[in-house]
Every structure is written in structure tokens, then in C-alpha cells.
């Protein structure tokens, strides 16, 4: 199972970025995906997540400017994200919580990272 996230880059603040997220490989479940960042000297912290259902549960700090959706026919996880701060620059990781196979257990996966820079 493989990750590959893209869509990062440098934005001035107000603007806005789309992170995508494909999941690949031989599995039987994905089960939720999400978003997590990380800024330089502190913790991997949730940004977003999406159930297969498509309910979400996103941070205080970007509620009501980001949104997560996802494709369950494409096997995707997209974060549109709006109003963007300078504090909202970090690493951002696509995660999926996998079963590989039926009786497997669901494991989390995780892309290789991709770079949100928020700077005029």
C-alpha cells in the first residue's frame, strides 16, 4: 500500500492550496483517511479526517476554512484549504487506515509528506 500526496506549495497569506492524496496497491478496506501536519519543533497534530462515509472530523484551528472530501471509487483524499495563515505552514501527511485483507487488522498508512508554506 502506497501513498502519494501532492499539491503543496508556497501561498501568500489569504490564499488558498488543494492537497491530493491516492492510495495504491493491493488492499480489501480503506477505512478513514485524513491529514495531519507538522511544523518544525512540534508534534504531528490532526488536521482532518474523512470516514468512508464521508463524515468528518477536522482541528478547531482550521474548522470552517479547510474541507476534506474524499473518492471512494478513485481512492482519493483531497484537502481544499482556504483563508490560509501563516500558522498553517507545516509538512502536511495524507493518512489511511487500511485492512490489507479481511481478518487483517486495520493499519495506518501514511504518505511521504508535502511541504505548505504561508508567507507574503
Known amino acids: 500500500v502506497q501513498l502519494q500526496a501532492s499539491g503543496g506549495g508556497l501561498v501568500q497569506p489569504g490564499g488558498s492550496l488543494r492537497l491530493s492524496c491516492v492510495v495504491s496497491g493491493n488492499f480489501f478496506h480503506l477505512n478513514d483517511m485524513g491529514w495531519y501536519r507538522q511544523a518544525p519543533g512540534d508534534q504531528r497534530e490532526l488536521v482532518a479526517t474523512v470516514t468512508p462515509l464521508g463524515n468528518t472530523n477536522y482541528a478547531d484551528s482550521v474548522k470552517g476554512r479547510f474541507t476534506i472530501s474524499r473518492d471512494n471509487a478513485k481512492n482519493t483524499v483531497t484537502l481544499q484549504m482556504d483563508s490560509l495563515k501563516p500558522e498553517d505552514s507545516a509538512v502536511y501527511y495524507c493518512?489511511?487506515?487500511?485492512?490489507?485483507?479481511?481478518?487483517?487488522?486495520?493499519?495506518?498508512?501514511w504518505g511521504q509528506g508535502t511541504l505548505v508554506t504561508v508567507s507574503s
Open positions: 493518512n489511511a487506515m487500511v485492512r490489507r485483507r479481511f481478518l487483517d487488522p486495520v493499519d495506518a498508512y
